[in-house]
């Protein structure tokens, strides 16, 4: 079945370390996106790729990086210098440039990472 | 600054009343929007878009309508069933040439029998 999948759905980590969620889609869609979602709040743009070798920031990049080597993976590191991590962590893509009428987002079930 | 946001936080409706879930959006150049559902734990699904030169686009059971002149948006639903129990996201493209969605902070529909 085509979609996105998120990996791991769960995911604990110490205070100080850098924790990589993968992301992979076999939708064959150009612009994949990452976006953080915190309790009873809606969803905010971390960071985006609307083609490989191509990324740019979104309104709270500060503390993630993230690599697009593959157009059907789209990873996003967490790094230590990330203030307050604990989130809940929705990858998605879309078929033509969102936005736009044809570039509705399709989402991943998300990652849970919990900073203990 | 400029932000997708709701009126209401929490709705609850009775099971085959009709819904409506409201959102508000300030930057005049928004010209794209999407309603999302969001079951917990799950992530977002689409439900319905439309385009700025549109006032209303119908789908299965839900409507949305779109007032520029007061830069509102709204999604109805007909006939509500538990299974639309969610919360609900309105997300607009802000017409900055960015080709991403800004999300509101969505409203919790729930459904009562």
């Known amino acids: 079945d085509g979609g996105i999948t998120q990996s791991p759905k769960y995911l604990f980590r110490k205070e100080g370390q850098n924790v990589t969620l993968s992301c992979e889609q076999n939708?064959?869609?150009?612009?994949m996106y990452w976006y953080r979602q915190d309790p009873g709040q809606g969803l905010r743009l971390i960071y985006y790729?609307?083609?490989?070798?191509?990324?740019q920031k979104g309104d709270i990049a500060e503390g993630y990086s993230v690599s697009r080597e593959k157009k059907e993976s789209f990873p996003l590191t967490v790094t230590s210098a990330q203030k307050n991590p604990t989130a809940f962590y929705l990858c998605?893509?879309?078929?033509?440039?969102?936005?736009?009428?044809?570039?509705?987002?399709?989402f991943g079930e998300g990652s849970r990472l919990t900073v203990l | 600054g400029e932000s997708v946001g709701l009126h209401l936080p929490t709705l609850s409706v009775q099971e085959g009343d009709n819904s409506i879930i409201n959102c508000a959006y300030s930057?005049?150049?928004?010209?794209?929007f999407i309603w999302y559902k969001q079951e917990s734990g799950k992530g977002p699904q689409f439900i319905i878009d439309?385009?700025?030169?549109?006032d209303k686009r119908q789908g299965q059971r839900v409507t949305v309508l779109l007032n520029k002149t007061v830069k509102h948006l709204s999604l109805q639903i007909a006939a509500t069933q538990p299974g639309d129990s969610a919360v609900y996201f309105c997300?607009?493209?802000?017409?900055?040439?960015?080709?991403?969605?800004?999300f509101g902070s969505g409203t919790r529909l729930q459904v009562q029998p």
């Open positions: 998605a893509s879309s078929p033509g440039l969102a936005g736009g009428p044809g570039g509705e987002l399709f």
């Open positions: 439309i385009r700025s030169n549109m």
């Open positions: 997300a607009e493209n802000r017409g900055t040439g960015r080709r991403a969605l800004t």
């Open positions: 790729s609307q083609i490989v070798n191509d990324f």
């Open positions: 939708l064959n869609h150009d612009a």
């Open positions: 930057n005049s150049a928004s010209d794209y």
